[in-house]
Every structure is written in C-alpha cells, then in structure tokens.
C-alpha cells in the first residue's frame, strides 16, 4: 500500500522486462517510436510525431509524475536493453479510484507477449500501490489485437463510445473496456 505519492509510479521489473518513468535521456525512442505508422495506426487520441520538439514535449510532460494524475513508464528488453514501448495510466481519479490505463509497443515486438507480461506489472501496481477499483482501456474498433488482449487480462468490454475521437475530420468509434480489482480476487 502507498505511504507517499512518491511510490506510486515505482519501476517495475518482469521477467523479461524493465519499466521505469520516461525521461529525458528516452527523447530519440520517442520521436522514433510515435513516429512510427504501425505504432500510431490505432493510436487516435493523439497526432503522429512528426517534429522532434513534440517528442521533447511528450518527455517533458511526463518527466516527472510525483503527485500527478498521470504517468508513463518506458518498457525496456532487458536482454538487449532496448526501450520497445511504452504504458501507463491517464486520468487517475484518486476518489474514486479510478484510472484509465494506454499503452504501445514496437512492430518488432508484437505478438511475443511482451504487453501482456508488461501490463500484467502496470495492473499490479495499479490495484496494490495505487489502491485502485477500476481500472479503464479505450480501443479503437479496429484494433483486435489490442481487443484480444485486454481480454485476455480479463477486461471486460462495457460500451461503444460512438464517434469519439475525431483525426482529419473523421470520426472513429471506440471500445470501452474495464477490469474491476474484485474480479482479479475470484
């Protein structure tokens, strides 16, 4: 349980991975990574980086978390320490104990279950350190694989959110998914 909101973002190891807060020195990983079609192909809440100071201010807004509603951690392979994504939790709302969680990886590691092992961490952390009840995912419709394994971490899906990001003029409707802590307790 959290003594001091200091704790509340902590790094955080698997077996496979190490995830600490994104800083300044992860500038380059950030202006490559969302720049990257792949990565941003499901990623409609935010525009693609396409200049280095948008990387910079990614960096800068979550340098430091101490007391915010917000984080983001960098995933990093520790066998080749490479930085290959990133997750972390939005719009924490500390009354009512909830937070809504994102998260991106790069092309390169898709599909050898380095999400899941990472946001199974990040959940973790949310429920103890965090003492959260709920905790939310927003996925765009088209994006199954993001679908599959929010199911897979038993998420469940609640809602069509109709028309909720708008990119270029176009509309795109949005799952929204949650896992409640007592049902990880059964």
Same mark, same amino acid.
């Given at each position: 349980?959290?003594?001091?909101?200091?704790?509340?973002?902590?790094?955080?190891?698997?077996?496979?991975?190490?995830?600490?807060?994104?800083?300044?020195?992860? %500038?380059?990983?950030?202006?490559?990574?969302?720049?990257?079609?792949?990565?941003? +192909?499901?990623?409609? *809440?935010? @525009? #693609?980086?396409?200049?280095?100071?948008?990387?910079?201010?990614?960096?800068?807004?979550?340098?430091?978390?101490?007391?915010?509603?917000?984080?983001?951690?960098?995933?990093?392979?520790?066998?080749?320490?490479?930085?290959?994504? %990133?997750?972390?939790?939005h719009k924490w709302d500390k009354?009512?104990?909830?937070? +809504?969680?994102?998260? *991106?990886? @790069? #092309?390169?590691?898709?599909?050898?279950?380095?999400?899941?092992?990472?946001?199974?961490?990040?959940?973790?952390?949310?429920?103890?350190?965090?003492?959260?009840?709920?905790?939310?995912?927003?996925?765009?419709?088209?994006?199954?694989?993001?679908?599959?394994?929010?199911?897979?971490?038993?998420?469940?899906?609640?809602?069509?959110?109709? *028309?909720?990001?708008?990119?270029?003029?176009?509309?795109?409707?949005?799952?929204?998914?949650?896992?409640?802590?007592?049902?990880?307790?059964?």
């Amino acid at each position: 349980m959290t003594t001091s909101e200091e704790n509340d973002f902590p790094p955080l190891e698997t077996e496979r991975l190490t995830l600490r807060l994104l800083a300044k020195e992860d %500038t380059d990983f950030v202006f490559k990574h969302f720049g990257d079609v792949k990565v941003n +192909e499901f990623l409609l *809440d935010e @525009s #693609p980086v396409i200049e280095y100071v948008q990387a910079e201010e990614i960096v800068q807004f979550y340098a430091e978390s101490v007391g915010k509603t917000f984080n983001r951690w960098v995933i990093i392979e520790k066998s080749s320490k490479r930085l290959i994504g %990133t997750c972390g939790f939005h719009k924490w709302d500390k009354r009512n104990r909830r937070s +809504e969680i994102g998260y *991106d990886l @790069s #092309p390169d590691y898709w599909r050898k279950g380095y999400m899941t092992e990472a946001l199974s961490a990040v959940i973790a952390n949310g429920f103890e350190r965090m003492r959260l009840n709920r905790i939310e995912a927003q996925v765009y419709i088209e994006n199954e694989a993001s679908v599959r394994l929010l199911q897979k971490m038993g998420f469940q899906q609640e809602a069509l959110l109709r *028309d909720y990001y708008c990119v270029d003029g176009k509309f795109y409707d949005h799952y929204l998914f949650s896992l409640i802590k007592r049902d990880r307790e059964v």
